[in-house]
């Protein structure tokens, strides 16, 4: 019961005050205080009955408002003992979101079945966005005259540290508003009438999108995928001005899902209608031509357009997705793209039996039984809202997506997204308000990774310091650990601040890919475990 509500049925008038009958008894005359609650002089039995009726009344609903005051702070205080804070760090598409998702999936997975619907609209999105920048692709090369001329000739590779172009890898956006200038191979592509009806047939997408974007609502923001234009740096003010994307993004994806939870007096959006299902349904064929047809993969490939290794990636599941009656299956769910904007709190009570407290003999009271996540935008200009966070979490989970070492940040696409990443983890490392909590890197994406280095993608085209060494999964791991722990070793040895020393700081370094939900649960089960044991040993100090 909240105050307002105890309160509202008995405003008190001048007569009536909420103050209990017990203390007129105890009042003396000399009291001021007595004048006022005293009974009105000359009071017939009736008003007399009916006054002691109601101030029993206000004194019941007063103890009731005590009794739940008194309950509510020891629910804090207890909650407070059991609760771990973790802040998920990292640039934005290194999988924060996706490792909260996999938490809920595995321990609270009663929640997550149940939400599993809201899903609906985000993954249809993600499917459609694929489909537009094929359209987007296609319309370039078709408003080509036919017999261009284009001179050959192939772009110089991305360096690493920073160079200093301003194009950037078509790989690093799930979606753009303006289509990719076409390469001189992907003007060559010869394209026929049949792809001048698809790009026809299939244009209602555009206004299908902007649907999604409505039902999915007040909660979500087709906005520049990030305002390099105000210049924000690794963690502060620094970059210059650079060209804007778009990218759909959510304030918070609890309100835009219509979830339970962060305002709950705000309308819930509607499912994706009727008609939204009935267009994608009609165009399944279509976008399934447009998807398997030889020549648009080639000019894909050519104009270097990877959608396949793109964020929400939903095309080889067209004819599911587009089925009458279509619900997200938790893979799906763990795959769908929403970028997230602001910070996002998200409190998950571990379900008993779901690997969760049945599996680790945790008591529900007791330290581990409840986290509270908080799952943070990583585009620049929303790491300064990460600050007030640093304070008071137990841990850090770091997720630095290393197959991105060819890839440049959409919001400035002057700097390579490893790069990035690493000048970002030097500055956790050095925040004097982290000292206290546990780090833990997952060193993200190695499907990825793993599909990049067997394309023949070179890693040390983009990164000189890698040398000669093999162009192996495993090696580029154990090389990129060991930067990640060499970032750390330097901070040991510099002075220590905020007293604490960072050398006494306990991180763990996983290798993850964390669409992959059964490994990942695995990890994530070492992680908790860890997390609560770094608390348990310090509280013993304490
Ligand atoms: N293949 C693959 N995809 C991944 C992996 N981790 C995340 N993704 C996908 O990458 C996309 C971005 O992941 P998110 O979790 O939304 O990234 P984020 O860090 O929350 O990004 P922001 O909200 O923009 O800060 C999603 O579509 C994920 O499914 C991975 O290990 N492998
Ligand atoms: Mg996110």
């Not at 007595?34 to 101030?55: C, D, F, H, L, T």
């Not at 499917?127 to 050959?152: G, W, Y």
Request: net charge positive; charged share 25%.
């Amino acid at each position: 019961m909240s105050r307002r509500l105890a309160h509202a049925p008995f405003p008190p008038t001048h007569k009536t005050t909420a103050m209990p009958a017990r203390i007129s008894h105890r009042s003396q005359l000399s009291d001021p205080l007595s004048a006022v609650i005293a009974p009105p002089v000359g009071e017939s039995a009736a008003a007399k009955q009916a006054r002691v009726a109601r101030e029993a009344e206000e004194q019941r609903v007063s103890d009731a408002i005590d009794d739940e005051l008194r309950r509510e702070r020891q629910d804090r205080k207890k909650r407070g003992k059991r609760e771990v804070k973790v802040l998920l760090l990292g640039q934005s598409e290194s999988g924060k979101s996706t490792v909260l998702k996999n938490f809920r999936l595995k321990y609270a997975p009663a929640q997550w079945k149940a939400e599993l619907q809201s899903w609906r609209a985000v993954v249809q999105l993600n499917l459609v966005q694929n489909v537009l920048t094929i359209l987007d692709v296609l319309q370039e090369r078709l408003s080509l005259p036919e017999a261009t001329e284009v001179p050959t000739g192939s772009s110089p590779p991305s360096s690493f540290p920073t160079g200093s172009r301003t194009s950037f890898d078509s790989t690093i956006s799930d979606i753009t508003t303006a289509p990719p200038a076409l390469s001189p191979a992907a003007a060559k592509v010869q394209l026929s009438q049949k792809h001048r009806i698809l790009l026809l047939r299939l244009s209602p997408l555009r206004k299908v999108a902007e649907d999604l974007r409505r039902v999915l609502g007040a909660g979500a923001d087709f906005s520049n995928a990030d305002d390099a234009a105000h210049g924000y740096g690794v963690l502060d003010d620094t970059g210059p001005a650079q060209p804007k994307r778009k990218e759909f993004a959510v304030r918070g994806w609890i309100s835009a899902l219509g979830l339970k939870g962060e305002d709950e007096n705000r309308p819930v959006p509607d499912s994706p209608t009727d008609s939204t299902s009935e267009v994608l349904s009609s165009l399944r064929d279509d976008i399934l031509a447009l998807w398997e047809d030889t020549d648009v993969r080639a000019l894909l490939r050519a104009a270097d357009v990877r959608i396949e290794d793109r964020a929400g990636f939903f095309l080889p599941d067209t004819a599911r997705i587009t089925a009458p009656g279509y619900v997200p299956s938790d893979n799906d769910v763990v795959r769908a793209r929403l970028r997230t904007m602001g910070v996002q709190e998200w409190r998950v009570v571990l379900e008993q039996g779901a690997g969760g407290l049945g599996g680790s003999g945790l008591a529900s009271d007791s330290f581990g039984a409840e986290w509270v996540i908080y799952d943070v935008g990583g585009s620049r200009s929303m790491r300064h809202a990460w600050l007030p966070y640093f304070d008071a979490v137990n841990a850090i989970i770091f997720l630095a997506p290393i197959s991105c070492f060819d890839e440049r940040l959409a919001e400035d696409p002057r700097v390579n997204r490893l790069e990035d990443t690493l000048l970002l983890w030097k500055a956790v490392v050095k925040s004097p308000l982290l000292r206290g909590c546990t780090l833990v890197v997952f060193l993200n994406k190695c499907d990825l990774l793993k599909r990049k280095l067997q394309s023949g993608i070179m890693v040390n085209r983009h990164m000189l310091s890698f040398g000669n060494r093999p162009n192996e999964v495993g090696v580029v791991v154990k090389y990129l650990k060991d930067k990640f722990k060499d970032i750390l070793r330097a901070d040991a040895a510099s002075p220590a601040l905020g007293g604490i020393s960072a050398a006494a700081r306990t991180t763990y370094l996983y290798a993850t890919s964390v669409t992959d939900t059964k490994a990942t649960a695995a990890t994530l089960n070492i992680v908790r475990d860890g997390i609560i044991r770094e608390h348990l040993k310090h509280a013993e100090f304490v």
